[in-house]
């Protein structure tokens, strides 16, 4: 009888949950005295079962709590001592504070940030440099406001905004808000905490000449685009040698009057040949050269591909809570499963796509394969059975 060459000892769950350090979560409950009014369903179990529903993308408590009876004899493989019930879910999520499920997210960052960096596959031109970015997660019940008047036809939507920073190599958020949708995006500007030199590239929605104004007195630059109503005038314009790209059309530096004070700014106008458009993009860096400011905002398409990502592989249409910190918990979570599965997809010797490996991962979770013996290899056991002499072959006919 033919062994697949795959087979594990223990089930892809249990190989997961490596990466998830009970020490580390039990400390930062205890930091957070989140298991205070909990006897049997503490944060461990809390976020294992949260994750395995992110992972296996249930949509609802109740197949969540099928799903987990179902796999009852396995439930030792989860490290859990007791089969969480619908209602002990469903109450945790309500009480349980979501600020201790981001502290073990951003534990688990830092944990897994210097190996993200090295793995990285990308090579920018800052390699510091820090993306931000928002994207709205709506709600069909009112639970936040939504942007915008609410329409005649009927009550408007809730939503949650959810507000990040990315590194460019890490490819994960080091910093999350979230707010209600109707909150603007340039508000978060002034609770970021950047240090001298930092580099950031976001999208016009965040303009805020104040900011930039108090960022350029604190050696902290930024790229950005110019709205198209934008009121400014031209200090002088910079002659461009040849070895900048051609698609650069114009470079000059600008002045923008903010409530009586006077803003210093670089403008450059890029002609992108393939798209037949011209961007106008806003820096205060009067150094690099001007394309290089231009493939700086090209970086920034990488927070819409992890938004992207997110909302694709992980269950954020349907949550399993109808107040704001079970909606939260789910977020913080779904963040935690992205942040292995990326650690997994940079150890994995064979490049895969992300959305491919995930779904191998979730139609497989309590089988006993050996993750990484079958992500290096996938056609491995094919190519044994299918290479062997005729009369072997015979016994599986």
Same mark, same amino acid.
């Given at each position: 009888m033919n062994k697949s060459t795959h087979f594990s000892g223990q089930p892809i769950?249990?190989?997961?949950?490596?990466?998830?350090?009970?020490?580390?979560? !039990?400390?930062?409950?205890?930091?957070?005295?989140?298991?205070?009014?909990?006897?049997?369903?503490?944060? =461990?179990d809390h976020v294992v079962t949260m994750l395995f529903a992110g992972l296996s993308g249930v949509s609802s408590l109740r197949e969540l709590s099928s799903v987990m009876l179902a796999c009852e004899g396995k439930i030792n493989h989860l490290n859990m001592q007791h089969f969480p019930r619908r209602s002990t879910i469903s109450d945790a999520n309500a009480n349980r504070s979501s600020d201790v499920f981001g502290a073990i997210y951003h534990r688990l960052l830092k944990r897994y940030r210097r190996f993200l960096s090295d793995s990285s596959p990308r090579n920018p031109v800052i390699k510091d440099l820090k993306i931000i970015d928002s994207t709205t997660i709506s709600l069909f019940s009112d639970i936040l406001n939504g942007p915008g008047r609410p329409p005649l036809s009927g009550k408007k939507k809730g939503g949650i905004k959810l507000h990040t920073m990315i590194n460019v190599l890490e490819d994960v958020p080091q910093l999350v808000r979230f707010s209600s949708a109707a909150r603007h995006d340039h508000s978060l500007l002034g609770e970021l905490e950047l240090a001298k030199g930092s580099f950031v590239v976001f999208d016009k929605g965040y303009t805020d000449y104040k900011q930039y104004h108090s960022w350029s007195g604190q050696g902290i630059f930024f790229v950005t685009r110019?709205?198209?109503?934008?009121?400014?005038?031209?200090?002088?314009?910079?002659?461009?040698?040849?070895?900048?790209?051609?698609?650069?059309?114009?470079?000059? %530096?600008?002045?923008? !009057?903010?409530?009586?004070?006077d803003i210093l700014l670089r403008r450059i106008a890029y002609y992108?040949?393939?798209? !037949?458009?011209?961007?106008?993009?806003?820096?205060?860096?009067?150094?690099?050269?001007?394309?290089?400011?231009a493939e700086i905002y090209k970086n920034r398409w990488q927070i819409e591909s992890m938004f992207k990502r997110l909302k694709q592989n992980f269950p954020l249409k349907y949550f399993?809570?109808?107040? %704001?910190?079970?909606?939260?918990?789910?977020?913080?979570?779904s963040l935690i499963a992205q942040l292995l599965m990326l650690v997994v997809q940079r150890k994995a010797a064979r490049q895969w796509a992300f959305s !491919?490996?995930?779904?191998?991962?979730? =139609?497989?979770?309590?089988?006993?394969?050996d993750l990484f013996s079958f992500l290096n290899n996938p056609e491995k056991s094919w190519q044994e059975l299918t290479t062997k002499p005729p009369d072997q072959l015979m016994l599986f006919q």
């Open positions: 769950i249990k190989q997961l949950l490596k990466y998830l350090d009970s020490t580390l979560i !039990n400390r930062t409950a205890r930091a957070y005295d989140s298991d205070r009014y909990y006897k049997r369903f503490k944060t =461990y110019q709205k198209d109503n934008a009121a400014w005038e031209q200090v002088q314009e910079y002659d461009m040698d040849d070895s900048v790209d051609t698609g650069v059309i114009k470079d000059e %530096q600008i002045m923008v !009057n903010k409530d009586g004070q992108h040949v393939a798209q !037949n458009r011209t961007y106008i993009f806003l820096t205060n860096n009067m150094e690099l050269p001007a394309d290089k400011i399993l809570g109808d107040n %704001q910190n079970a909606i939260e918990i789910q977020i913080w979570v !491919n490996m995930v779904s191998i991962i979730r =139609y497989h979770l309590t089988s006993y394969i």
